[in-house]
């Protein structure tokens, strides 16, 4: 473990110890792209306090982090090159999940009694864009009783009767958009907090084009969503429309977003963008719209790098054809002239730590 790595032994990740990706076929304990780990049975069932959770709770207690991307989690990624954690990052101190959890030695991992607290939705692909980073087509709301919606029924039966008691926070959704999704919208229109005892927070990731103000006043959950990100990936309505976001519309991503920013409810707002050589050079321009639009509120603007979705339209040579925050990449030294633009602005958020520290930018 190289010196800067040593850093990771005084820090647990409490996620595999307190969350649940969710999806139609698998289950991970993190995002899919920084612990692409499938944690669910043979048996199908959901994983929970299974083997191979516990393989993975004990890497991040003794600092491994081996099933774990240090670079693309961002979290990791700021640790490892600041030496200070995010935000209400994951990572705690040692010490201080110590207090919580009964661990004297990594073997207690085996037998130590958890609950999910926070839950993804990612099992409802269904979205009303096509962009290419995350599919090669749209994928629209299942036909009802075909066996496809009635697994997700199933799944988030299996949500409301085994996990619900103990969730603190759900996040909807990973995988698509929660406004398009048939299933997610009445969920979240006809939501029953009677089930959700423990539930402090709804955190929505969306692409915006949909949630207006009509949509916003018919949800009953709208008392618990706390948290809003919005994926844009452009900061021009050209490539919105023709490069990242396709099917989007721009203009009502304005208006939805300037609607948005009026939500007094709403405790953080996230605006990502995903960065690739398709839209790097708009990285400054985007964060000059979003600054415009949500100045005097709690918001962050998140730069993420492009990784390989399987189900994306992209191959994975294409992927990394197109990742332009490669050093190995024709245009690495402009994209770090836009990185250079915006990294040290307020408000902003990236997982980048890596090259600036390298680059003393």
Not at 232 to 247: C, F, H, K, Q, W
Not at 262 to 272: E, G, I, Q
Not at 319 to 346: E, G, M, R
């Amino acid at each position: 473990m190289s010196t800067n790595e040593n850093i990771l032994k005084q820090y647990v990740c409490k996620q595999p110890f307190e969350y649940l990706d969710i999806q139609s076929d698998s289950a991970h304990i993190c995002c899919p792209s920084w612990c692409p780990t499938d944690v669910k049975t043979n048996n199908g069932k959901i994983g929970w306090d299974d083997t191979i959770v516990k393989k993975i709770r004990k890497s991040v207690l003794n600092g491994s982090y081996k099933y774990c991307d240090k670079n693309v989690c961002p979290s990791l990624n700021k640790l490892l090159n600041t030496g200070v954690t995010e935000y209400n990052s994951p990572l705690v101190p040692k010490d201080k999940f110590l207090e919580h959890y009964p661990i004297k030695d990594i073997s207690d991992i085996d037998n130590i009694d958890s609950e999910c607290k926070h839950l993804l939705f990612g099992f409802d692909r269904s979205c009303n864009l096509k962009c290419p980073s995350c599919r090669d087509c749209l994928v629209p709301n299942d036909r009802i009783n075909t066996k496809e919606h009635i697994n997700k029924v199933n799944i988030l039966n299996t949500i409301e009767t085994k996990l619900a008691p103990t969730i603190e926070s759900i996040l909807i959704t990973g995988s698509g958009d929660p406004f398009y999704s048939n299933l997610y919208r009445n969920y979240l229109i006809n939501f029953d907090k009677s089930k959700y005892p423990n539930l402090k927070e709804i955190k929505i990731i969306t692409n915006g084009n949909m949630l207006d103000e009509k949509l916003w006043n018919s949800l009953k959950s709208k008392e618990y969503i706390k948290t809003i990100e919005v994926s844009i990936d452009a900061g021009t309505e050209s490539t919105y429309e023709n490069v990242t976001r396709l099917n989007g519309t721009w203009k009502k991503l304005m208006s939805n977003l300037n609607f948005l920013s009026t939500l007094n409810s709403v405790s953080k707002f996230y605006l990502s963008f995903v960065v690739s050589e398709l839209n790097y050079m708009e990285m400054g321009t985007f964060y000059n719209v979003i600054s415009n639009i949500f100045k005097g509120l709690n918001y962050e603007v998140v730069y993420r790098q492009h990784v390989y979705w399987a189900d994306g339209k992209y191959t994975e040579q294409q992927v990394n054809d197109i990742a332009v925050f490669n050093p190995t990449h024709s245009k690495h030294t402009q994209f770090l002239d836009q990185l250079q633009s915006i990294y040290n602005k307020p408000n902003i958020n990236h997982n980048f730590n890596h090259l600036v520290k390298k680059n003393i930018l």
